[in-house]
């Protein structure tokens, strides 16, 4: 088909600025953690502001200012034929909707069923341009059962999933667990995802200010946060979920970057579940910050480097399969000559 | 004259113009004449002449919006679950109420004889008939996302995943034929001589299937989603939104396959949110993302300013059924309607 009705790539022009933004929360957690009991809590507790919720299963919600929206979870796979690309159909048209409302909403929240892969939800914000625009992803809050995890780990690739996906993970019902159960359900966790803030809740009982408005999916916070033992070989798993980051010290060729992560997200990119990155570009003094989940990624200049510090370029995956001296070689060959 | 004041003229003088503080979702104009706007805020704004009347139509948002095919007035969906009919002296009265699922699609086919009312509710299309009596339910694989009669009113034509489905309105068998075609399509039109179904497509394209030999129609480059697409009254073009002027599609002499759209009002970097072909001629009303809003006579390319920008992006359009008067709508809440007809 010839029809391309026109040559100039730009896209639809800005109408809301990032502050208008509305903050879209993700709640996951499998089933029986105790999501619908930390929903509860975040609605009863966030008396004067006005959310919209989007459910699946129309529960016992406190909701007086709320608007709630049941929603069948409709996962697409877009039509380039790959399977990890996929969005929910459900949200593009939900938010399509709400913002005809009139006055703002505080912010959305999406609480996603208990087998639900997360990825599909984050890829929607790199995809519609609607939901893009208008709303940005503030933080993936996943609930986890601090006494099952371990089987759940053992019987599902979903609950490693949601805990890779994660920004904040409420560790619930941690009564029911002993110290040493504890330890050992952190530390899996951190094996699977170093960054998540971590919360340790009984029933839900997680201040509302550690939940909403983290502003979490943005790159900086999280990679200011990296953790060292991030380096560490001793670890390296196969079908587990693991991650890996890199750092080097001269500044990164852009195009060579583009070509090398491009490459390697269309060939693993069902493997990465996310990727991050923080990249000095030659002669540039802001920061460029890089993002996927799966395929899809998304890159811009976020605030400049600090004043003398030195200007080292990050890298994050977390995935499966990850193969880390070829990972490391390639990031490193992303590097200006010398 | 300047420029900006040339773009507002026939606005000014031959328009009705108001502000109405909210998302204008949809524009339309009954049998008789009056228009309506159909608001974020639930109501609906009625304009009869020169005169104004809100109607509290919805308690949430108008989500769509039609001419009440049974007679004088409108019909509207919402998503507070409730398909409502208005009356032209703003009675309101419920048709249905669907629970929590929102009420995000209506089509009206009205001919001497009959009336056709259909809303789509989820993965479900309810057909009414004039006096509001439920019909049939019409149940589909995924949620529906557009919905469109044929010139004729015989069949109904539904946008979801991986397709559409044709239903025969009349049909005491249940089965659609299937048009197939993977991704996710959110928005359809049927062409007047009901031989071609096309859809918008997520992926800033469109699909079409020809129904006389299953030939697939694939149009695609705009740089937007196509949120709007309408046929001209002969069907031989298919004007479409998504990209920086309007994208008009070929359907003469074997369909779009291989030949380039005609462009018409190009605008650098201001996309093309909405158009509505003229109900008489070959002609197209379009709005754009700056406010714009103008008529394309699409044989000579002669553009026809109706609105300059700066009243927010266009969101929607509507003919009057003689084609003598235009209604449009913007996402901030301007309002107007324009009279074509020579006085
Ligand atoms: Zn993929
Ligand atoms: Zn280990």
Same mark, same amino acid.
């Given at each position: 088909?010839?029809?391309?009705?026109?040559?100039?790539?730009?896209?639809?022009?800005?109408?809301?600025?990032?502050?208008?933004?509305?903050?879209?929360?993700?709640?996951?957690?499998?089933?029986?953690?105790?999501?619908?009991?930390?929903?509860?809590?975040?609605?009863?507790?966030?008396?004067?502001?006005?959310?919209?919720?989007?459910?699946?299963? &129309?529960?016992?919600?406190?909701?007086?200012?709320?608007?709630?929206?049941?929603?069948?979870?409709?996962?697409?796979?877009?039509?380039?034929?790959?399977?990890?690309?996929?969005?929910?159909?459900?949200?593009?048209?939900?938010?399509?909707?709400?913002?005809?409302?009139?006055?703002? +909403?505080?912010?959305?929240?999406?609480?996603?069923?208990?087998?639900?892969?997360?990825?599909?939800?984050?890829?929607?914000? +790199?995809?519609?341009?609607?939901?893009?625009?208008?709303?940005?992803?503030?933080?993936?809050?996943?609930?986890?059962?601090?006494?099952?995890?371990?089987?759940?780990?053992?019987?599902?690739?979903?609950?490693?999933?949601?805990?890779?996906?994660?920004?904040?993970?409420?560790?619930?019902?941690?009564?029911?667990?002993?110290?040493?159960?504890?330890?050992?359900?952190?530390?899996?966790?951190?094996?699977?995802?170093?960054?998540?803030?971590?919360?340790?809740?009984?029933?839900?009982?997680?201040?509302?200010?550690?939940?909403?408005?983290?502003?979490? &999916?943005?790159?900086?916070?999280?990679?200011?946060?990296?953790?060292? &033992?991030?380096?560490?070989?001793?670890?390296?798993?196969?079908?587990?979920?693991?991650?890996?980051? +890199?750092?080097?010290?001269?500044?990164?060729?852009?195009?060579?970057?583009?070509?090398?992560?491009?490459?390697?997200?269309?060939?693993?990119?069902?493997?990465?579940?996310?990727?991050?990155?923080?990249?000095?570009?030659?002669?540039?003094?802001?920061?460029?910050?890089?993002?996927?989940?799966?395929?899809?990624?998304?890159?811009? &200049?976020?605030?400049?480097?600090?004043?003398?510090?030195?200007?080292?370029?990050?890298?994050? +995956?977390?995935?499966?399969?990850?193969?880390?001296?070829?990972?490391?070689?390639?990031?490193?060959?992303?590097?200006?000559?010398? | 004259?300047?420029?900006?004041?040339?773009?507002?003229?026939?606005?000014?003088?031959?328009?009705?113009?108001?502000?109405?503080?909210?998302?204008?979702?949809?524009?339309?104009?009954?049998?008789?004449?009056?228009?309506?706007?159909?608001?974020?805020? =639930?109501?609906?704004? %009625? %304009?009869? =002449?020169?005169? $104004?009347?809100?109607?509290?139509?919805?308690?949430?948002?108008?989500?769509? %919006?039609?001419?009440?095919?049974? @007679?004088?007035?409108?019909?509207?969906? @919402?998503?507070?679950?409730?398909?409502?009919?208005?009356?032209?002296?703003?009675?309101?009265?419920? !048709?249905?109420?669907?629970?929590?699922?929102?009420?995000?699609?209506? *089509?009206?086919?009205?001919?001497?004889?009959?009336?056709?009312?259909?809303?789509?509710? @989820?993965?479900?299309?309810?057909?009414?008939?004039?006096?509001?009596?439920?019909?049939?339910?019409? *149940?589909?694989?995924?949620?529906?996302?557009?919905?469109?009669?044929?010139?004729?009113?015989?069949?109904?034509?539904?946008?979801? #995943?991986?397709?559409?489905? /044709?239903?025969?309105?009349?049909?005491?068998?249940?089965?659609?034929?299937? /048009?197939?075609?993977?991704?996710?399509?959110?928005?359809?039109?049927?062409?007047?001589?009901?031989?071609?179904?096309?859809?918008?497509?997520?992926?800033?394209? %469109?699909?079409?299937?020809?129904?006389?030999?299953?030939?697939?129609?694939?149009?695609?480059? #705009?740089? @937007?989603?196509?949120?709007?697409?309408?046929?001209?009254?002969?069907?031989?073009?298919?004007?479409?939104?998504?990209?920086?002027? !309007?994208?008009? $599609?070929?359907?003469?002499?074997?369909?779009?396959?291989?030949?380039?759209?005609?462009?018409?009002?190009?605008?650098?970097?201001? !996309?093309?949110?909405?158009?509505?072909?003229?109900?008489?001629?070959?002609?197209?009303?379009?709005?754009?993302?700056?406010?714009?809003?103008?008529?394309?006579? !699409?044989?000579?390319?002669?553009?026809?300013?109706?609105?300059?920008?700066?009243?927010?992006?266009?969101?929607?359009? =509507?003919?009057?059924?003689?084609?003598?008067?235009?209604?449009?709508?913007?996402?901030?809440?301007? *309002?107007?309607?324009?009279?074509?007809?020579?006085?």
């Amino acid at each position: 088909m010839s029809g391309v009705p026109r040559a100039s790539e730009t896209a639809m022009p800005d109408t809301a600025a990032k502050t208008d933004q509305i903050p879209v929360t993700v709640l996951t957690g499998y089933l029986g953690a105790g999501k619908t009991t930390l929903l509860n809590r975040i609605l009863t507790e966030q008396h004067g502001r006005k959310y919209a919720v989007v459910i699946n299963e &129309f529960g016992e919600l406190g909701v007086d200012n709320d608007l709630v929206v049941d929603s069948d979870e409709e996962v697409f796979e877009m039509n380039n034929g790959c399977i990890c690309c996929t969005v929910r159909g459900d949200l593009i048209r939900i938010v399509g909707g709400l913002m005809k409302r009139p006055g703002r +909403f505080d912010g959305i929240i999406i609480e996603t069923t208990g087998l639900a892969n997360p990825a599909p939800v984050a890829q929607t914000f +790199f995809v519609d341009e609607t939901v893009r625009t208008r709303t940005r992803l503030d933080a993936i809050v996943t609930v986890v059962d601090a006494k099952n995890l371990p089987a759940r780990l053992a019987d599902s690739h979903e609950a490693a999933d949601q805990i890779a996906f994660a920004d904040v993970i409420v560790l619930n019902k941690t009564d029911l667990a002993s110290a040493e159960e504890l330890a050992e359900v952190e530390r899996r966790v951190r094996e699977i995802n170093p960054f998540a803030t971590i919360h340790r809740a009984t029933r839900g009982d997680v201040p509302v200010t550690a939940l909403l408005d983290q502003g979490a &999916f943005d790159l900086e916070r999280v990679l200011a946060h990296t953790p060292d &033992f991030l380096d560490d070989d001793a670890h390296e798993h196969n079908e587990d979920v693991a991650s890996m980051s +890199f750092e080097v010290t001269r500044p990164i060729d852009p195009e060579r970057f583009n070509a090398w992560i491009g490459a390697l997200l269309a060939a693993e990119g069902q493997n990465l579940l996310r990727t991050k990155g923080i990249l000095a570009y030659p002669g540039e003094d802001r920061r460029f910050a890089f993002q996927a989940v799966h395929m899809m990624a998304d890159g811009d &200049f976020v605030g400049p480097w600090k004043e003398g510090a030195p200007r080292h370029s990050r890298i994050v +995956f977390i995935g499966r399969n990850l193969n880390r001296p070829q990972l490391r070689r390639g990031f490193e060959s992303c590097q200006v000559k010398e | 004259m300047s420029q900006a004041a040339s773009a507002d003229h026939l606005l000014e003088t031959r328009g009705v113009q108001r502000t109405l503080g909210a998302f204008v979702v949809a524009a339309a104009f009954d049998r008789t004449g009056t228009a309506a706007f159909a608001l974020g805020d =639930g109501s609906l704004q %009625l %304009l009869h =002449g020169s005169e $104004w009347r809100s109607v509290a139509a919805h308690d949430g948002a108008v989500l769509a %919006l039609t001419a009440d095919p049974a @007679g004088p007035g409108f019909v509207s969906g @919402g998503d507070d679950g409730r398909l409502m009919r208005t009356a032209r002296d703003g009675t309101v009265a419920e !048709i249905a109420r669907f629970g929590m699922k929102w009420v995000e699609h209506v *089509a009206g086919f009205a001919d001497g004889k009959s009336a056709v009312l259909a809303c789509a509710v @989820g993965k479900q299309v309810h057909l009414f008939d004039g006096a509001g009596v439920a019909l049939k339910t019409l *149940a589909h694989p995924s949620t529906v996302s557009g919905l469109a009669f044929d010139a004729r009113g015989k069949r109904i034509a539904a946008s979801h #995943y991986n397709g559409a489905s /044709l239903w025969f309105v009349a049909s005491k068998s249940d089965n659609p034929r299937l /048009l197939e075609w993977k991704g996710s399509h959110t928005a359809i039109a049927i062409s007047p001589d009901g031989d071609s179904v096309v859809t918008a497509m997520q992926e800033n394209a %469109l699909h079409g299937w020809r129904l006389s030999d299953g030939q697939h129609m694939r149009m695609s480059g #705009y740089p @937007g989603k196509t949120r709007s697409l309408s046929f001209t009254r002969s069907g031989k073009w298919l004007a479409t939104s998504g990209a920086e002027s !309007i994208v008009l $599609w070929p359907f003469t002499g074997g369909g779009p396959m291989g030949k380039a759209p005609t462009e018409l009002a190009g605008a650098a970097e201001v !996309i093309c949110t909405a158009v509505a072909c003229h109900p008489q001629m070959e002609a197209v009303a379009a709005g754009f993302a700056d406010g714009v809003v103008l008529v394309a006579d !699409i044989a000579s390319g002669r553009l026809l300013p109706v609105a300059g920008p700066g009243r927010g992006p266009v969101s929607a359009l =509507g003919w009057s059924a003689d084609g003598a008067r235009l209604a449009f709508g913007t996402e901030t809440g301007f *309002a107007a309607v324009v009279d074509f007809s020579r006085t």
